[in-house]
């Protein structure tokens, strides 16, 4: 069974802070990885994906992937109250199939 | 960017009746689309696959016959949940993807209420 694991949350980050997010996969052929927000009773929104092991930034949002230790990460610097959200990690995996993560909620705290 | 729109954003029916789903690729052509649902205060579950002109591929426990995809066109796919139950009132939401190393688009979303 192909899995994404993501800490259920809450993680709870000071204002201005950095936010961090991790997802591990167990698939070691995984393609894409991807970061979705979703606001409560809202649709997913994509923050980014990576392909290549290494940063991505985009903003305040970089995205780190680890292929050999199978970990993909979201940093957010400059963490606003509008940044609270459930975070959704997605993994491509050898099969090009999309396995979601169960999300991890981040309350950032003025 | 790539814009999914999707509607009805939400509806309320009566049990037993059926109700539609429609999602579409409003600038991009949408090779395979993906249906989801998505219970309160959960993750996202992955419903059924469509790929434009075939029959749909649907994951384990979804009946096939109670949610009907069709996705005729590489610009639009249905959902239409016949025979409805309160159960499966809940939210519904497409997704739409261009290609393998691309982003998944998301639809708005459907909250399905059954009465």
């Known amino acids: 069974q192909k899995e994404v694991e993501q800490n259920s949350g809450p993680l709870s980050v000071p204002e201005g802070a950095i936010a961090s997010l991790n997802c591990t996969y167990s698939d070691r052929g995984s393609q894409s990885f991807f970061w979705y927000r979703q606001y409560s009773g809202k649709s997913p929104e994509l923050i980014m994906f990576?392909?290549s092991n290494g940063d991505k930034e985009d903003g305040r949002f970089t995205a780190q992937l680890n292929k050999a230790s199978q970990y993909v990460s979201l940093l957010i610097r400059d963490s606003q109250p509008s940044d609270s959200a459930t975070y959704l990690c997605?993994?491509?995996?050898?099969?090009?199939?999309?396995?979601w993560g169960a999300g991890t909620k981040l309350i950032i705290k003025p | 960017g790539a814009v999914v729109s999707q509607h009805p954003s939400r509806v309320i029916c009566k049990s037993g009746t059926s109700v539609k789903i429609e999602c579409r690729s409003l600038d991009f052509q949408a090779t395979t689309m993906f249906w989801y649902r998505q219970f309160p205060k959960q993750s996202l579950m992955l419903m059924a696959t469509?790929?434009?002109?075939?029959?749909?591929?649907?994951e384990q426990g979804v009946e096939k016959d109670k949610f009907l995809i069709n996705h005729a066109s590489l610009t639009l796919s249905t959902l239409t949940v016949t025979s409805a139950h309160p159960e499966d009132s809940s939210f519904y939401i497409c997704s739409a993807s261009a290609g393998r190393r691309y982003g998944y688009t998301f639809g708005s979303g459907t909250r399905l209420t059954v009465v």
């Open positions: 990576i392909y």
């Open positions: 997605a993994v491509l995996d050898s099969n090009y199939q999309l396995i």
């Open positions: 469509s790929n434009e002109g075939s029959k749909a591929t649907y």
